[in-house]
């Protein structure tokens, strides 16, 4: 079966760095997607990888290696807003997403 | 600025009663989703659309059809609603190929007694 793993609940604290890790196993990959949602809100997109290495936008990165079926969501100098959950998702062989439960992120002051 | 909107932020109806869950983007996109969210669970695909009165069956189609008779506009239909179906429900869009971002809209809270 097809299957992505993340932390269900992680703590950090505002200023400091967090690394949210992802893991899949699915029938054939042709990317994978970080979303962040924040409680009661929809899904907005944060980044797409789909060679290996690492991707940089502002505060935030992600990490893609594709043989070991492994991708982190790097988030710097953390603020309140980031408080939120990250979503991550696999676009399999067929071009379906498979999604990730979800990460919940707290951030304390 | 790319908006999709849902027809009812929270909904509630009771078991056995027929429900439509509206969804409408103003992208000119072609492919819509419909997913339900459930704590602890990801997103599941409900169904899909690449294109006018055109639909896919996406995981869990079960208990669920769709219509799509304009491209703006996606329609969940639960023909009978039952409790397993209370849920968010998550509506997105995206162009072209799958690999575009999908936007979503701000889901629907559905509660069936």
């Known amino acids: 079966g097809q299957n992505i793993d993340q932390p269900t609940e992680m703590t950090a604290t505002e200023g400091a760095i967090v690394q949210i890790n992802c893991t899949y196993q699915t029938s054939g990959f042709n990317g994978l997607f970080w979303y962040q949602q924040h409680a009661g809100e929809a899904p907005t997109f944060l980044s797409y990888n789909v060679l290996d290495g690492l991707e940089e936008k502002g505060r935030f990165s992600s990490f893609l290696s594709r043989s070991k079926g492994y991708s982190y969501l790097l988030l710097k100098e953390l603020q309140m807003k980031d408080s939120a959950s990250y979503l991550c998702a696999v676009l399999d062989s067929n071009y379906q997403l498979i999604w990730g439960a979800g990460t919940k992120l707290i951030i304390k002051p | 600025d790319v908006k999709v909107t849902q027809s009812s932020r929270y909904l509630v109806k009771r078991t056995g009663e027929k429900v439509f869950l509206e969804c409408v983007q103003d992208m000119d996109h072609e492919n819509m989703f419909w997913y339900r969210q459930d704590p602890g669970l990801g997103l599941r695909l409900i169904y899909f659309?690449?294109?006018?009165?055109?639909?896919e069956k996406g995981d869990i189609p079960e208990g669920y059809s769709v219509s799509r008779e304009k491209k703006e506009r996606f329609s969940l239909i639960l023909e009978s609603a039952s409790t397993n179906q209370t849920s968010m429900y998550l509506c997105?869009?995206?162009?072209?190929?799958?690999?575009?971002?999908?936007?979503f809209g701000p889901g629907t809270r559905l509660t069936v007694l």
């Open positions: 997105a869009s995206n162009t072209g190929q799958s690999y575009n971002e999908q936007f």
């Open positions: 659309s690449y294109d006018v009165k055109m639909k």
